[in-house]
């Protein structure tokens, strides 16, 4: 283990101490991001909305592919500094960069368990989404 992280740290020395043509510059690639909620995302979609990101449910105000209610929107933008608007989650990336802060660092199952809300409906709505995690 020692050998390799020592081998690591002498292969990067190299680059580090390298200049480019246009000067000294130092890139080092990162891997592709894979999002590991890609599943979870999809399941909530159809449970919610269907994946439109022009659904609206009237009932609960909520909004977007996400169905996100107000109350989320003003949570978030607490926590974040951010300044969206309800209406901002009709655009799927920002609805679902909401999602993924919600779920972040959390199994499935406590993500959308979390992402309804509180009390037993939360067993039924977590039933739904698994259903679709399989399909």
């Given at each position: 283990m020692v050998k390799k992280l020592l081998l690591v740290i002498f292969l990067l020395s190299f680059h580090i101490l390298s200049s480019s043509p246009t000067g000294t510059t130092l890139y080092i690639p990162t891997p592709t991001s894979i999002n590991m909620y890609e599943p979870l995302i999809k399941a909530v979609l159809i449970v919610?909305?269907?994946g439109d990101p022009k659904a609206y449910n009237k009932v609960e105000d909520a909004?977007?592919?996400?169905?996100?209610?107000?109350?989320?929107?003003?949570h978030y933008n607490k926590l974040t500094g951010k300044n969206y608007t309800h209406n901002d989650m009709y655009d799927f990336n920002k609805a679902k960069e909401v999602f993924l802060y919600f779920a972040a660092g959390k199994p499935f199952e406590q993500a959308a368990k979390n992402w309804n809300g509180s009390g037993p409906m939360t067993e039924i709505y977590w039933q739904k989404v698994k259903k679709h995690l399989r399909s």
């Amino acid at each position: 283990m020692v050998k390799k992280l020592l081998l690591v740290i002498f292969l990067l020395s190299f680059h580090i101490l390298s200049s480019s043509p246009t000067g000294t510059t130092l890139y080092i690639p990162t891997p592709t991001s894979i999002n590991m909620y890609e599943p979870l995302i999809k399941a909530v979609l159809i449970v919610e909305s269907n994946g439109d990101p022009k659904a609206y449910n009237k009932v609960e105000d909520a909004i977007g592919a996400f169905q996100i209610r107000l109350c989320r929107i003003k949570h978030y933008n607490k926590l974040t500094g951010k300044n969206y608007t309800h209406n901002d989650m009709y655009d799927f990336n920002k609805a679902k960069e909401v999602f993924l802060y919600f779920a972040a660092g959390k199994p499935f199952e406590q993500a959308a368990k979390n992402w309804n809300g509180s009390g037993p409906m939360t067993e039924i709505y977590w039933q739904k989404v698994k259903k679709h995690l399989r399909s």
